[in-house]
């Protein structure tokens, strides 16, 4: 009698998710999905979020928009859209590390937690440089902090603040003095530099046609690992200094979305990911391949990242 009600219940099981499933496939946006950027134009964000909302387009059938909503490195879109209603209309394009560093240091500020949101899945783990003009004066992280001692400073642009705060642990191991300029992302961290009004920056993965035209070099990665396009270029951590960010681009919504809807938002993601488009894309603007944890797993990703980034406020 037991081995029969477990069997009845395996299959009751299996005709619920089973008609989840179909129900998915069966749902669409009540009117337009709006895919939120949580950067400027021009950088490897936006150019990564508008390859998939065309793809996503493509592929559903849906009328899909991208818009760019910049502010505190995705903390002002995703505020907005944890205050929208859940009806799976709108879709936040971030990156894991910006959200996760203001969480820890002023999550009682924030109108937002981690579960404020539902999680639909990642594309892509970005390799972050530290980079300088071709001509600059320094080649190592070591020599940017000597330079910046004997000249009173050295500007260092950033576009997010999880890039300050390793340079901060920089600054304080070192007193090294850097001062730095908020940009708007990658885009206009390259002006600047090409215009000579910051003297290093952070980009990723969008510089490589700068590096390959030898505009720029790469002083450090700043993940915790050495980049598969720089495999000579060492780490900050390698360089004596013990830390690094490890940004990852992800997708939510928000939290409370009907369960049928999120599993559509969540299959029509993955598959514009499995495309040959966004795989091109994302080689090309973040030079890496696509990686997809799903929505379990992009969560899981920021629950731990929220434990682990408190590292770097321990320097």
Same mark, same amino acid.
């Given at each position: 009698?037991?081995?029969?009600?477990?069997?009845?219940?395996?299959?009751?099981?299996?005709?619920?998710?089973?008609?989840?499933?179909?129900?998915?496939?069966?749902?669409?946006?009540?009117?337009?999905?709006?895919?939120?950027?949580?950067?400027?134009?021009?950088?490897?964000?936006?150019?990564?979020?508008?390859?998939?909302?065309?793809?996503?387009?493509?592929?559903?059938?849906?009328?899909?928009?991208?818009?760019?909503?910049?502010?505190?490195?995705?903390?002002?879109?995703?505020?907005?859209?944890?205050?929208?209603?859940?009806?799976?209309?709108?879709?936040?394009?971030?990156?894991?590390?910006?959200?996760?560093?203001?969480?820890?240091?002023?999550?009682?500020?924030?109108?937002?937690?981690?579960?404020?949101?539902?999680?639909?899945?990642?594309?892509?783990?970005?390799?972050?440089?530290?980079?300088?003009?071709?001509?600059?004066?320094?080649?190592?992280?070591?020599? @940017?902090?000597? %330079?910046?001692?004997?000249?009173?400073?050295?500007?260092?642009?950033?576009?997010?603040?999880?890039?300050?705060?390793? @340079?901060?642990?920089?600054?304080?191991?070192?007193?090294?003095?850097?001062?730095?300029?908020?940009?708007?992302?990658?885009?206009?961290?390259?002006?600047?530099?090409?215009?000579?009004?910051?003297?290093?920056?952070?980009?990723?993965?969008?510089?490589?046609?700068?590096?390959?035209?030898?505009?720029?070099? @790469?002083?450090?990665?700043?993940?915790?690992?050495?980049?598969?396009?720089?495999?000579?270029?060492?780490?900050?951590?390698?360089?004596?200094?013990?830390? %690094?960010?490890?940004?990852?681009?992800?997708?939510?919504?928000?939290?409370?979305?009907?369960?049928?809807?999120?599993?559509?938002?969540?299959?029509?993601?993955?598959?514009?990911?499995?495309?040959?488009?966004? @795989?091109?894309?994302?080689?090309?603007?973040?030079?890496?391949?696509?990686?997809?944890?799903?929505?379990?797993?992009?969560?899981?990703?920021?629950?731990?990242?929220?434990?682990?980034?408190?590292?770097?406020?321990?320097?």
């Amino acid at each position: 009698m037991k081995l029969k009600t477990k069997i009845a219940g395996a299959l009751s099981g299996l005709v619920i998710a089973l008609s989840g499933a179909a129900q998915a496939q069966d749902w669409e946006p009540s009117g337009t999905l709006t895919l939120e950027i949580g950067f400027g134009a021009g950088g490897s964000t936006d150019a990564m979020g508008r390859v998939i909302a065309d793809v996503m387009k493509d592929q559903t059938g849906w009328n899909i928009i991208a818009e760019n909503r910049t502010g505190g490195g995705g903390v002002a879109m995703f505020t907005g859209i944890s205050q929208r209603p859940a009806n799976g209309n709108i879709i936040g394009m971030g990156v894991n590390m910006p959200i996760l560093i203001n969480l820890n240091r002023r999550g009682d500020e924030l109108p937002f937690d981690l579960d404020s949101f539902d999680y639909i899945g990642t594309v892509a783990r970005a390799q972050l440089a530290l980079i300088a003009r071709a001509d600059a004066p320094f080649d190592t992280i070591e020599e @940017m902090v000597a %330079y910046s001692l004997e000249n009173d400073g050295l500007a260092i642009g950033f576009g997010a603040p999880p890039q300050k705060l390793l @340079m901060e642990v920089v600054n304080r191991d070192a007193g090294a003095a850097f001062r730095f300029v908020t940009t708007e992302g990658e885009a206009e961290t390259h002006r600047l530099l090409l215009g000579g009004q910051i003297l290093a920056g952070f980009s990723a993965g969008t510089h490589v046609q700068y590096l390959e035209s030898g505009e720029f070099k @790469m002083i450090a990665s700043a993940n915790d690992a050495r980049h598969t396009y720089a495999p000579d270029t060492p780490t900050f951590r390698e360089s004596g200094f013990d830390a %690094y960010v490890d940004p990852i681009f992800y997708f939510a919504t928000t939290a409370g979305t009907d369960p049928v809807a999120l599993e559509a938002l969540r299959t029509a993601l993955a598959n514009a990911i499995e495309s040959e488009e966004v @795989m091109e894309i994302v080689r090309n603007a973040a030079t890496t391949e696509t990686m997809n944890l799903g929505g379990d797993g992009t969560k899981q990703m920021m629950v731990d990242g929220l434990a682990n980034v408190g590292v770097l406020f321990s320097k």
